[in-house]
């Protein structure tokens, strides 16, 4: 069993000598990558290494369990262990996305409904924000358009994992599956006869990924400068600081104004586009691949919804997997574990079907 996993046993050998080879830190991109690499082969090769040997201690067990009724007790405990590690590295080997170790950036937009789906953009960036904090993932809001009543037409977000967590804890592995539509049920603050109303916002999910990982050609790129609007103070709205992007080749148009400078904003702004460059390669080389990638709808429309969150019964429904829930209060201030742990679930369990062991 996992013998078609030798290959990575090796690979794991050679990105140590690699990574303890003078000079490697001269080159950041390539011991950045390096780097990455080896942490995701890391518990792998930590998996097979404890089978082999709880499998060799199984086998002298079991020889022995004729002779001793202590050395049976063994081995039916070596077995369970045996099974649980069989099981964890079964995950770690299925199919899965490159771009599950990354970070994540993440645009949540206002939809049908008016002020109402803004405000309900706003309730679901409450939801991130809260869930990233219970992880240890920082996050850096990277653009905003506010409406009058303090909702979000539109907002981008980073979400950078914690410094002691492994790549299954990376971000985008875990928020890819939230990229969709989001319906929600409720009486309105905007609502006077007390009617509960139905509305939507969008939310799409793309890997964060490194300058050296997407070569962008100064020359597909249009670069036009204005004054940001909205909230603001010195330096921000009193200057052209505001900047548009436009990705000749794709058409993809971002646009940045949060941050203080003309320079920080076209960082932001190419870093968001290196994202959407990401997301739609994937898209075009895939159309029918995973149900998580089939998910990341960019129409922001009622019929096309992947959960709804219906206020009066406290409840939320994820219509993909079929979970449901009584506990939406929970879940908007962040304690999303039980509807991540369940669609984590529904995708190995697609993905075991892939896998060969």
């Known amino acids: ?47 097979l290494e404890e089978h082999d040997r709880l499998s060799d ?11 001793d009724a202590d050395f049976a007790a063994e081995a039916d405990e070596l077995r369970s262990r045996l099974a649980d590690v069989d099981q964890r590295l079964t995950a770690l080997l299925a199919p899965r996305d490159p771009n599950d170790s990354c970070d994540a950036i993440m645009e949540i937009k206002s939809g049908e409904g008016g002020e109402e789906s803004a405000l309900f953009a706003s309730d679901l960036f409450g939801m991130y924000q ?66 509960i109303h139905t509305s ?33 103070g010195q330096g921000v709205n009193t200057t052209d600081s505001a900047v548009r992007l436009t990705h000749l080749p794709t058409g993809i148009v971002v646009t940045c104004q949060d941050q203080r400078s003309q320079l920080q904003n076209k960082e932001q702004a190419l870093r968001i586009l290196r994202a959407r460059l990401v997301a739609m390669a994937e898209e075009q080389a895939a159309n029918d691949a995973s149900a998580a990638r089939k998910s990341q709808v960019r129409t922001v ?32 201030a962040g304690d999303m574990d039980a509807l991540v742990d369940a669609l984590l679930a529904a995708d190995l369990a697609q993905r075991l079907g892939e896998v060969d062991v």
Do not use: C
Request: net charge negative; no cysteine; charged share 30%.
């Open 57 to 67: 201690d199984l086998t002298a067990a079991e020889e022995l369990a004729d002779e």
């Open 130 to 195: 809260a869930y990233a904090l219970r992880r240890g993932w920082k996050l850096d809001v990277l653009d905003t358009e506010t409406t009058d009543l303090g909702g979000y037409k539109s907002l981008t977000a980073a979400f950078r994992g914690s410094s002691g967590g492994g790549p299954e804890d990376a971000p985008y592995g875990i928020l890819k599956f939230e990229g969709g539509v989001h319906r929600v049920q409720r009486v309105p603050v905007t609502e006077s006869q007390g009617r």
């Open 301 to 332: 429309d009622r019929s096309e919804r992947i959960r709804t969150y219906n206020f009066p019964e406290n409840r939320i429904a994820d219509h993909r997997i079929g979970y449901k829930a009584y506990n939406l209060d929970a879940v908007l």
């Open 1 to 47: 069993m996992f013998e078609a996993a030798s290959a990575l046993r090796d690979e794991f050998v050679r990105l140590e000598a690699e990574m303890a080879a003078p000079g490697y830190h001269t080159d950041p991109v390539r011991a950045r990558r390096t780097g990455r690499r080896y942490n995701e082969l890391a518990p792998i090769v930590a998996g």
């Open 200 to 232: 939507a916002a969008g939310v799409l999910v793309m890997p964060d990924v490194a300058p050296e990982d997407v070569e962008i050609a100064d020359d597909d790129i249009r670069i036009d400068v204005y004054r940001s609007t909205g909230k603001g």
